[in-house]
């Protein structure tokens, strides 16, 4: 059930600084992953993903690294601006099979501050 | 992209009452749509799947009763909360993945807040 009174982590920084946002997974099965961003009362929205057959994968101003031997999962923002204030999740993909297919499972969540 | 749609975006009713959710895919056709709740400042908790023209497959600990879903069409899956209480007051949010893209790809929904007063 849910945890009442969770406290999510919080990171501030200032506009243009590099973010690093950290996301540990437990299940060493998962074979996908995803970063979302989910600004106040709004659904998430897609940042990155990355399969468990890599490492590192960069996009617009984002890198995601998986280090599968510590199931680590961390988001890089690069030039942090005020609109990428959020809160982040990581997700993944618990590859079960069965009834598992396509499943996701969110990490607990990181608040993202920037300030200008 | 693929975009999905809620209706309600917020909804308030009265403890006893039912409420229904309507999640839509806009522009592709979804076999399977999920629905997640979130509480305040906590993760998204997946309810249930739900698949086309079949039954819905719940989550530990989630009342099919209570939470009543339907995805009769390829875009239209629909959440009912019965007898809703004030301990349902949460946000909402489906997702929905198109089968002609990556199989682990979700598109989501704005969400629907709900309040049970």
């Known amino acids: 059930g849910e945890s009442v009174g969770l406290h999510l982590p919080t990171l501030s920084v200032q506009e243009g600084d590099n973010s690093i946002i950290n996301c540990a997974y437990s299940?060493?099965?998962?074979?996908?992953f995803i970063w979302y961003k989910q600004e106040s009362g709004k659904g998430p929205q897609f940042i990155i993903d990355?399969?468990?057959?890599?490492d590192k994968r960069q996009g617009q101003r984002v890198t995601v690294l998986l280090n599968k031997t510590v199931k680590h999962l961390s988001l890089q923002i690069a030039a942090t601006q005020p609109g990428d204030s959020a809160v982040y999740f990581c997700?993944?993909?618990?590859?079960?099979?069965?009834?598992?297919?396509?499943?996701?499972?969110f990490g607990q969540g990181t608040i993202l501050t920037v300030h200008p | 992209g693929a975009v999905v749609s809620q209706h309600p975006s917020r909804v308030i009713c009265k403890s006893g009452t039912s409420v229904k959710i309507e999640c839509r895919s806009l522009?592709?056709?979804?076999?399977?749509m999920f629905w997640y709740r979130q509480f305040p400042k906590q993760s998204l908790m997946l309810m249930a799947t739900?698949?086309?023209?079949?039954?819905?497959?719940?989550e530990q600990g989630v009342e099919k009763d209570k939470f009543l879903i339907n995805h009769a069409s390829l875009t239209l899956s629909t959440l009912t909360v019965t007898s809703a209480h004030p301990e349902d007051s949460s946000f909402y949010i489906c997702?929905?993945?198109?089968?002609?893209?990556?199989?682990?790809?979700?598109?989501f929904g704005p969400g629907t807040r709900l309040t049970v007063t």
């Open positions: 997702s929905a993945r198109d089968p002609g893209k990556s199989s682990y790809e979700q598109y």
């Open positions: 299940n060493s099965a998962s074979d996908y």
């Open positions: 990355i399969r468990s057959n890599m």
């Open positions: 997700a993944e993909n618990r590859n079960a099979g069965g009834t598992s297919y396509g499943k996701l499972t």
């Open positions: 522009d592709f056709q979804a076999t399977t």
């Open positions: 739900s698949n086309e023209g079949s039954k819905a497959t719940y």
